[in-house]
């Protein structure tokens, strides 16, 4: 034998020694006995466990020993919540028809179970191992959870929670412990107990609920504030009505409902919330905006409500009064709620942010939160109109998108700026008009974008493409199911729902030259030793530097010579973009300098939280973007940055060729800010039955009669010699149509 065969040998004789012994080792007797062995061993702790741990004497008092306290950046108390609504009610008070309710939409098998559901709480402790939130609790060790124990997510409180509910079940009739469950569950609206529940959501006694009602009140233990059909969103009403459905069902499933009584029942709308007097003025919007974001975050909800936390804010105590300060200044001492309607219906909102930290440094949700709960700065019912045209024109750049007719994007690439002109490279037919119906002819897109042209970026989102231009609004900090958001030409007019909150997100990203921001109002939170992780405010770059530059240069013109010129400024380096929704409902000013980032709205509210025009406010006509909202701005942002040098933008920006139109003129025509309304344009027909020119090439200018004198904040169109002047901020009001000249949804939006 060669000495590389003998090499061969022992190394086959090696590998059948290692494989030999691992199958001794693993023989299916070894793995049964070890299987044994550690059942033996969690059967045995388990057995010491129980026997160690005791039903705690009396409950938790910790809860109701301290409050929430929360604070302005500087550590200075903004307010407290910690005054407990709850009346305990005995089980002879609550009707079976709502007992049968929280016990459907939370344990089923309640009156069968032994107090834990080993498989769910086997997927909780391996979830919380993990770091995850995970359900799977019955009702029996909810109740050990809020009276005996706390509401922090770990291992330990996990375990103690079995061996106690194991324990109170065998200790306490089932009634005892559901009116347990029932009296120490929150339900929102700071109320603890089903008595204060009935109260809080249906001005009722517990006695006098209904199964409609207590299928409700049970839904909300899930996600108390998100369910709260007050301040839901579509997404949340639809969650929670979903999962009313789902509790009535199972009521049905246990026999406990008859089916004919299912199907004649309809969804009981709750009242309006009252809010707490102690959180008057902005310290209220401050309080539920914060815990929104801690949940947001992976919080609790019922863990906020054990009370104990100290949560500091971002809020500057200046800059918040500055703020405040502005809206009273520049737009409430304006007007008259008691003598004019609309004065009383106007809402305004505004959230000012620190560009490069995120920090939220002030925010205005309305004028008293005990008098309107709604916050202004968060709420996303509203449409936020000619604001999101940045983000198409952000789209087209970072996508190196082209016209119809094959022109590269740029600030200087020339649109039809055609009043009702149909889009092209769409399957769904959409023709916006101007405001006023004005027809611009040939238009750079930087002059579309000073004079808020809807005809130019509806064309402009289908170049760069309809479903890109919603990922960069996602991308930006816009929320993707908002209510509206749908991929169509319509979107590029700002038509879905966002807060200024959300808006806030998209120009801060902007101004900080891409790299993502998302807004944070908490700076930290703390119970104890339990100190929130909270997500960075700064994230990823979302889009190149470049693109987010140009962007802010092209606002910037949008300033100087554009629909919000009226609020240049020589203290002042700013970019910014007015937005009016379609029948004047919404109007904003988002804006930015180096320093801060800002957005403003106004919104009309009527009874019931209807929205309704703003059009007369303050005994005016119709409110732009570059009224109010842009006052506001520019006055906040005088007194904020008072004192300090005006900072420079630094930008890189994308280079452009020449246009084939020479850029409009300087001069136009000057504001007059005590002109007569414009008349109210008039419907037009449908469109001649013509093929327009198209994107990027160059039609004749085209020409209509002047619709009438402008109101304050109107700018000249491109060519002021040829062109008619347009009324309003060049948004809003004209009505979607599309190309046949029909409504196609909700307007314009812009």
Partial sequence: MGRADYRRAQQQWAREERGGFIRRLFTLKRVLGTFVLLGALAVG??????????????????????????????????????????????????????????????????????GVDVKGLTRALVSTAMGRKQGGSTITQQYVKNYFLSQEQTVT??????????????????????????????????????????????????????????AYLAALLQA??????????????????????FVLDNMVEMKWLSPAERRDMTFPEPGQPEPNPGL??????????????????????QELAARGWTIELNIDKKKQRDLEKAVKGALLDDLDPEQREVDAQAQPGAVSVDPETGAVVAMYGGRNYVEHFINNATRRDYQPASTFKPVVLATAFEKAASTQDGQPITPNTVYDGTSERPVEGSDTPF??????????????VQQAMNNSVNSVFAQMAVDAGLERTKQMGIQLGMKGDASGFDVKPAMSLGVMGASPLDMAAVYATLANHGEQVKPRLVKSAKRGDRVVELPDAIGEQMIERQTADTVTSVLRGVVNDGTAKGIRSNTLNFAGKTGTSDDNKSAWFAGYTPDLVTT????????????????????????????????????????????????????????????????????????????????????????????????????????????GDRPPGDTAPPSASTLPV????????????????????PGDGT
Avoid at 280 to 301: R, S
């Fill in 157 to 214: 409180r996990k375990a103690r929670e079995l061996i106690i509910a194991l324990k109170v079940d065998r200790q306490q009739s089932k009634d005892e412990i559901l009116a347990g469950y029932m009296n120490t569950s929150y339900f929102g609206r700071g109320a603890y107990g089903v008595q204060a529940a009935a109260k809080a959501y249906y001005d009722t006694d517990v006695e006098d609920l209904t199964v409609e009602q207590s």
């Fill in 45 to 114: 702790s388990f057995f010491v466990l129980y026997l160690l741990v005791d039903v705690p004497e009396g409950g938790n008092p910790e809860a109701t020993a301290q409050s929430n306290a929360f604070t302005f950046s500087d550590g200075a108390l903004i307010a407290r919540e910690g005054d407990f609504n709850r009346e305990l009610v005995p089980i002879s008070r609550v009707p079976k028809g709502t007992q049968y309710a929280f016990v459907a939409a939370e344990n089923k098998t309640f009156y069968q179970d032994p």
């Fill in 726 to 745: 347009p009324p309003g901020d060049g948004t809003g009001d004209g009505g979607a149509r599309n190309a046949a000249g029909t409504d196609t949804g």
């Fill in 600 to 707: 403003v709205g106004l919104f009309g509210e009527g009874e019931g939280g209807k929205q309704v025009s703003l059009r007369g406010t303050g005994g005016g006509g119709r409110v732009n973007g570059g009224g109010y909202p842009a006052q506001v701005w520019a006055e906040y942002n005088r007194l904020a940055l008072s004192g300090k040098p005006a900072a420079q933008f630094d930008l890189d920006v994308m280079e452009a060729p020449e246009p084939s139109i020479p850029p409009s003129p300087s001069e136009s025509v000057s504001e007059a800010p005590e002109s007569p309304e414009p008349p109210e344009p008039t419907e037009p027909g449908p469109p001649e039955t013509v093929t327009p020119p198209p994107a990027g090439t160059l039609p004749p200018p085209a020409t209509s009669t002047p619709p």
């Fill in 280 to 301: 008057g003025g902005q310290a209220g919007y401050f309080v539920e905006a914060a815990k929104a974001e801690l949940i947001a975050a992976g919080v609790d909800e």
């Fill in 431 to 444: 023709a916006p008009p101007n405001q006023g119906d004005v027809d611009y002819g040939p238009i750079t």
């Fill in 224 to 245: 108390p504030s998100q369910y709260d059909l007050a301040v839901a969103g579509p997404k949340a009403r639809q969650l929670v009505t979903d999962r009313w459905h």
